[in-house]
């Protein structure tokens, strides 16, 4: 791809890099216009591709990131509604989905539509933010609320039968600096004395055949989950206790009042916005925490049919609108 840059591309690369060198001896400019011109090229790209298909909306699952945001200024080129779907449960420090400030919400690189799951996350994405000024949040709950057949009120997955004694270990990329808690892994096997679960990020799944090996040495009996093939509510349907370093899927757990292990030093808004008596220190438990407690089971992700469906309808009222020359979005 032809290496050009913008006079306003080369104004804030010369800006950054400077300021950087300043502060902290470092010089990154070849990597910034690596990058930059990465991204005018892909976006010429993808503008010739959405022209030739004209589509009215896509559809993120992650909206944020070097290979995503070409398509989304190539959208807004192009008048085509980006709408983002939430993909998980989100803590309220996720620098992607909450605190927008006044002279961010109108970036081209936003989408027109957050799709999010329930009241907390449209609470998170509210919450001290400008967001609402530039862009739509539509409540549609969990689109993928069960690949097993489910109504869609949960009952199917917690009233579930079958193995349930197996502890799920939800890995956090290595390349994001979290370790893996090797000795509270070890530590609930012993307890539990069941099958460690080994459920790796799907974008970093090749990880979790070498926590397998190291688990072996420690005499852990594990196998790993494929989860790009395997949602995590069927995954936790069929899981006694979760463990993690400082994965959100405890929140995930507490759809079917699953105990989770939380192994980080700081909770923080896990332990302050959603603790049920379910959020346990390695230190503080004993066999009998170890148990799915129904009764406190709180629906973050489970989502349903008829909330789906209305979230469909809002989108496409919403859509429409623009299309026919109404409230633009």
């Given at each position: 791809?032809?290496?050009?840059?913008?006079?306003?591309?080369?104004?804030?690369?010369?800006?950054?890099?400077?300021?950087?060198?300043?502060?902290c001896?470092?010089?990154?400019?070849?990597?910034?216009?690596?990058?930059?011109?990465?991204?005018?090229?892909?976006?010429?790209?993808?503008?010739?591709?959405?022209?030739?298909?004209?589509?009215?909306?896509?559809?993120?699952?992650?909206?944020?990131?070097?290979?995503?945001?070409?398509?989304?200024?190539?959208?807004?080129?192009?008048?085509?509604?980006?709408?983002?779907?939430?993909?998980?449960?989100?803590?309220?420090?996720h620098?992607?989905?909450?605190?927008?400030?006044?002279?961010?919400?109108?970036?081209?690189?936003?989408?027109?539509?957050?799709?999010?799951?329930?009241?907390?996350?449209?609470?998170?994405?509210?919450?001290?933010?400008?967001?609402?000024?530039?862009?739509?949040?539509?409540?549609?709950?969990?689109?993928?609320?069960?690949?097993?057949?489910?109504?869609?009120?949960?009952?199917?997955?917690?009233?579930?039968?079958?193995?349930?004694?197996?502890?799920?270990?939800?890995?956090?990329?290595?390349?994001?600096?979290?370790?893996?808690?090797?000795?509270?892994?070890?530590?609930?096997?012993?307890?539990?004395?069941?099958?460690?679960?080994?459920?790796?990020?799907?974008?970093?799944f090749?990880?979790?055949?070498?926590?397998?090996?190291?688990?072996?040495?420690?005499?852990?009996?594990?196998?790993?989950?494929?989860s790009?093939?395997?949602a995590?509510?069927?995954?936790?349907?069929?899981?006694?206790?979760?463990?993690?370093?400082?994965?959100?899927c405890?929140?995930?757990?507490?759809?079917?009042?699953?105990?989770?292990?939380?192994?980080?030093?700081?909770?923080?808004?896990?332990?302050?916005?959603?603790?049920?008596?379910?959020?346990?220190?390695?230190?503080?438990?004993?066999?009998?925490d170890?148990?799915?407690?129904?009764?406190?089971?709180?629906?973050?992700s489970?989502?349903?049919?008829?909330?789906?469906?209305?979230?469909?309808?809002?989108?496409?009222?919403?859509?429409?609108?623009?299309?026919?020359?109404?409230?633009?979005?």
């Open positions: 791809m032809k290496k050009v840059l913008s006079n306003k591309q080369e104004e804030e690369i010369g800006f950054f890099d400077s300021s950087l060198l300043n502060m001896g470092l010089n990154i400019r070849d990597y910034l216009v690596g990058r930059f011109c990465f991204f005018n090229g892909m976006v010429s790209r993808y503008y010739e591709s959405l022209a030739r298909a004209g589509v009215d909306a896509v559809i993120f699952r992650v909206y944020y990131g070097l290979n995503y945001f070409p398509i989304i200024l190539a959208c807004k080129m192009l008048g085509i509604t980006v709408i983002d779907v939430q993909h998980g449960i989100n803590g309220f420090k620098l992607a989905y909450s605190r927008f400030r006044e002279g961010e919400v109108s970036s081209p690189l936003l989408p027109d539509i957050f799709w999010t799951w329930s009241a907390m996350a449209t609470r998170m994405l509210e919450k001290d933010s400008f967001i609402n000024a530039f862009s739509h949040i539509v409540e549609g709950g969990n689109p993928v609320f069960s690949g097993s057949g489910d109504s869609g009120d949960g009952a199917f997955l917690r009233g579930r039968e079958g193995n349930r004694l197996r502890i799920l270990y939800t890995h956090q990329p290595k390349s994001k600096a979290i370790p893996v808690p090797y000795d509270e892994i070890r530590e609930l096997y012993n307890i539990k004395e069941s099958k460690v679960v080994i459920r790796p990020h799907p974008l970093h090749d990880e979790a055949m070498g926590i397998q090996r190291e688990l072996k040495k420690l005499g852990v009996k594990s196998k790993v989950e494929d790009r093939k395997v995590i509510n069927d995954s936790l349907s069929r899981t006694s206790v979760h463990v993690t370093y400082s994965s959100t405890a929140l995930d757990a507490l759809n079917f009042g699953i105990p989770s292990v939380y192994c980080s030093d700081y909770i923080g808004d896990v332990e302050k916005e959603f603790s049920t008596g379910l959020l346990f220190r390695i230190g503080e438990i004993d066999e009998s170890l148990v799915r407690v129904p009764e406190k089971a709180v629906d973050y489970l989502g349903g049919a008829e909330k789906v469906k209305k979230g469909v309808s809002r989108v496409l009222a919403l859509t429409s609108s623009g299309r026919d020359g109404g409230d633009s979005i």
